[in-house]
């Protein structure tokens, strides 16, 4: 991937700054979502209004463990392909991270700009949708992402830990982990999957088949490419060769932000009630709805 | 509880070394050396056996057993040290001698496999009561039983104790032999076999089997009357507050077990209790 020392830069002071804080002081909420006061400020927040998106923009929404990292790397190699320029970032690609003069500066970035997101669909700015920005939307199993998450906090040095995997489930299922509850911001998303630029990707599909998946989003964003260049992007992608750069590419959080990648690691640490539970969740809040389906939860989370 | 009296080793590596193997079956160290005093072990048609695969429920049994046997008082009970009461076979203490003394009629407990027990029991010469539970809820039990324990202090994790108990590498041997080979003699005339979930699930029975097997006549107002104090037992038993909570009921297992390991243990069941039509009741 390109240049990544500003991205680099943010990491190692969002980090420092997670030295200081206890998991319990970790988040402040704004507007009803908890956010990570090492990464957010409410004045950030209050300036995003101002963002203005452009029409070629490539916004990336996930929750997060949900593969942003890796559709980055993959859409900033098709951008590569395509135009025979590195992608560069000159701020940190998560649209709500940063300082408040951030959106400012942005005005003078080159297009195409690659916008990462975690925020619910209802928190984005309006300019996404009047521009009409082209969104990938990315998915992955909730249980698995519970996993993950939890794997990020604990492993990163830096980053305060929770007491044990039952400690930290309470806390995902009632939303008390950065960007609120998993199945708020799904609800969120699920009326909206349908759209002309809105584009769902499934982590698990990606997993499956990578050269398919970097093919539909090439050709989502409107990038006529070769047979033999999907293929180089999807070696270059896969989860292996992500994690074998992670160092290089996103500082020393790489190695855990490319931890395993598996699908059906959550079975080594949910407990049958555990499982239970999610899964009167799941069909509490999505069952029989479009994102329900397209998700595959019998698949992944119930095999 | 009589169990914290067994000298058992607390690592995994002194697991191994501890325990010893008599006919194919692992069993504690004090078993060693009495395996044959056992066999030859004089038993008396007015004898009540409770045999069980540790953790079953035996303490509870035991009680519900004497209150039904003896009518007693459930209050009366509580205060009684039932332990010395109703020791156990094979346990150093009192031991088999002071065992051999005790007034009829005699109430015994063991964890010894059938084929193990006193050969005068496989004749039919006294009353064997057999309790089986479900061995998710029994592995977590046995579990936290081991950590607990001074003695035991066991420090591995749960999921290698579970890897031990499906590869019959705990004492008393395999849980899987030890409740088919009692499965297989439930129609004895002088057996009764009990799985530990009725008694949550339907006591009232339960009291009933014991009643008539142990030939005690009660009317349907004393049958109500002893029920509704066997209830107290379980009660109490199971939100006493001095134990872990909840630890007697069923479908412990589930806060415990993860998804994977227990997809490995519905495996390991399977292939081990083969054709065997005994069930079990994992939740209630």
Not at chain 1, 61 to 73: D, F, Q, R, T, V
Not at chain 1, 155 to 162: F, H, K, L, M, R
Not at chain 2, 145 to 161: D, K
């Amino acid at each position: 991937m390109a240049d990544k020392s500003k991205f680099i830069e943010y990491i190692d002071e969002a980090l420092e700054k997670s030295k200081e804080t206890a998991l319990s002081h970790l988040f402040f909420t704004y507007q009803g979502i908890p956010y990570p006061i090492t990464m957010c400020t409410s004045e950030t927040f209050q300036a995003l209004d101002t963002f203005e998106a452009r029409h070629d923009d490539i916004v990336l929404a996930s929750y997060p463990k949900c593969g942003s990292n890796w559709i980055l790397h993959i859409v900033s190699e098709l951008i590569y392909a395509v135009s025979k320029k590195k992608y560069k970032y000159p701020e940190f690609p998560v649209l709500e991270c940063g300082d408040s003069e951030k959106y400012q500066r942005m005005k003078g970035f080159p297009s195409p700009r690659i916008l990462a997101t975690h925020l619910h669909y209802d928190k984005l700015p309006g300019s996404i949708f009047e521009n009409k920005a082209k969104i990938l939307v990315i998915f992955r199993n909730p249980k698995d992402t519970a996993v993950s998450f939890l794997h990020f906090h604990n492993d990163v040095p830096d980053i305060p830990s929770y007491g044990s995997w039952d400690e930290f489930f309470r806390q995902f299922m009632k939303g008390q982990v950065s960007w609120g509850r998993y199945f708020d911001f799904a609800i969120n998303w699920n009326k909206h999957l349908d759209g002309d630029n809105v584009k769902f990707i499934l982590y698990e599909d990606l997993k499956e088949n990578l050269a398919a998946g970097i093919k539909q989003i090439a050709e989502f964003l409107g990038f006529f490419l070769t047979g033999e260049q999907i293929q180089t992007i999807s070696v270059q992608s896969t989860f292996q060769a992500m994690r074998a750069k992670s160092q290089d590419t996103h500082g020393a959080v790489g190695p855990f932000l490319f931890r395993k990648g598996e699908v059906g690691d959550w079975k080594n640490l949910f407990s049958e009630i555990q499982n239970q539970e999610m899964d009167e969740k799941f069909k509490e809040c999505l069952a029989g709805t479009s994102l329900g389906a397209k998700l595959k939860y019998e698949s992944y989370c119930q095999g | 509880m009589a169990e914290s009296e067994a000298e058992t080793p607390s690592t995994p590596g002194e697991f191994e070394s501890k325990y010893f193997e008599f006919h194919g079956v692992r069993l504690p160290p004090f078993c060693r050396g009495k395996m044959e005093e056992i066999a030859n072990f004089p038993v008396r048609p007015s004898d009540v056996w409770i045999v069980t695969y540790p953790k079953s429920g035996t303490s509870l049994l035991q009680e519900v057993v004497y209150l039904v046997s003896q009518g007693a008082d459930p209050d009366e009970i509580g205060l009684m040290n039932i332990d010395e009461q109703l020791p156990v076979l094979e346990y150093p203490q009192p031991g088999l001698d002071i065992i051999k003394e005790l007034t009829s009629p005699r109430l015994i407990k063991s964890h010894l496999p059938y084929r193990f027990l006193p050969s005068d029991l496989h004749n039919g010469d006294s009353k064997v009561i057999y309790m089986a539970r479900n061995p998710k809820d029994l592995v977590v039990s046995y579990y936290q039983f081991h950590r607990s324990l001074r003695t035991m202090s066991y420090r591995g994790t749960f999921q290698e104790f579970c890897r031990r108990f499906m590869n019959d590498k705990l004492g008393y041997g395999s849980w899987f032999e030890h409740v088919q080979e009692f499965w297989e003699h439930r129609m004895d005339s002088n057996v009764l076999f009990l799985k530990y979930e009725d008694m949550h699930r339907d006591l009232v029975t339960m009291v009933e089997q014991l009643a008539r097997f142990l030939g005690v006549s009660c009317d349907k107002a004393q049958l109500e009357a002893l029920t509704e104090h066997c209830h107290q037992l379980v009660d109490q038993c199971c939100n006493a507050e001095a134990l872990p909570v909840g630890r007697g009921r069923v479908g412990l297992w589930k806060d415990i077990f993860t998804v994977s390991m227990n997809e490995k243990f519905d495996l390991v069941y399977k292939q081990k209790m083969g054709k065997c039509d005994l069930t079990f009741d994992f939740y209630l």
